[in-house]
């Protein structure tokens, strides 16, 4: 609808194919979820956060000064933090194969 940049919605998404994709690896192999890890929850909350400030936002022009710039702190800080915990997860993954690999 335009109130979330296309390429914000991308970037959240793809770090979820990603780790979809290395969830299916470690089931084939007998292993269930990863462990949720901080960086996955504080990233949860970030987003949870800048998503509905964004729309506000946009649709609340008169305070949108104010929770636009707090909206988008939000967000960048919730992509990094979601695409720092991806890579957590994935370390995770490929610890896991290193070590079945080497019995």
């Not at 929850?41 to 305070?63: E, N, R």
């Not at 992509?79 to 690999?101: C, D, E, I, M």
Request: charged share 10%.
């Amino acid at each position: 609808l335009g109130y979330i940049p296309f390429w914000l919605a991308a970037v959240v998404v793809s770090r979820d194919v990603v780790l979809a994709v290395a969830y299916v690896m470690l089931a084939n192999i007998g292993y269930g979820p990863l462990p949720v890890h901080i960086l996955g929850k504080a990233a949860t909350f970030a987003l949870l956060y800048a998503f509905p400030l964004l729309i506000m936002a946009k649709l609340w022009s008169a305070a949108a000064e104010v929770i636009l710039p707090i909206g988008w702190a939000f967000a960048l800080w919730g992509v990094g933090l979601y695409w720092w915990a991806g890579a957590v997860y994935l370390l995770q993954v490929n610890s896991l194969f290193k070590a079945r690999k080497n019995r």
